[in-house]
């Protein structure tokens, strides 16, 4: 059964930093397109990233472009998503979520729907 966990999540102040990781099992990752999502409370889930099946393309929400970045690692079935200079409005459960997709050189994050698998997800607090 696929599977898909995040961790990394935590209380963090203003300015400081994570690096969130998505552990693919059940299903071979490498095949997969990885996207980011997150959802604040009283808001809808947004696409924040994403990157391609074979790690060309990546895509953020201008909300997060140059304070994130995305990567992943095809050897050992993971994504990971290092989150610099967080602000409180970054305070939201993220979520990761992978797509099989025939390109392999491009992502999306603007549809949910094309996602086939999802993490539960893992919460990221910024406040001081």
């Known amino acids: 059964q696929a599977h898909l966990v995040e961790s990394g999540g935590g209380l963090v102040q203003p300015g400081g930093s994570l690096r969130l990781s998505c552990a693919a099992s059940g299903f071979t990752q490498k095949y997969y397109a990885v996207g980011w999502f997150r959802q604040a409370p009283g808001k809808e889930r947004e696409g924040i990233s994403c990157i391609s099946v074979n790690g060309i393309r990546t895509n953020y929400a201008d909300s997060v472009n140059g304070r994130f970045t995305i990567s992943r690692d095809n050897t050992k079935n993971m994504a990971y998503l290092q989150i610099n200079n967080l602000r409180p409005e970054d305070t939201a459960v993220y979520y990761c979520?992978?797509?099989?997709?025939?390109?392999?050189?491009?992502?999306?994050?603007?549809?949910?729907?094309?996602?086939?698998?999802w993490g539960q997800g893992t919460q990221v607090t910024v406040s001081s």
């Open positions: 979520a992978a797509e099989w997709i025939r390109n392999t050189s491009i992502c999306t994050v603007a549809r949910r729907e094309v996602y086939d698998y």
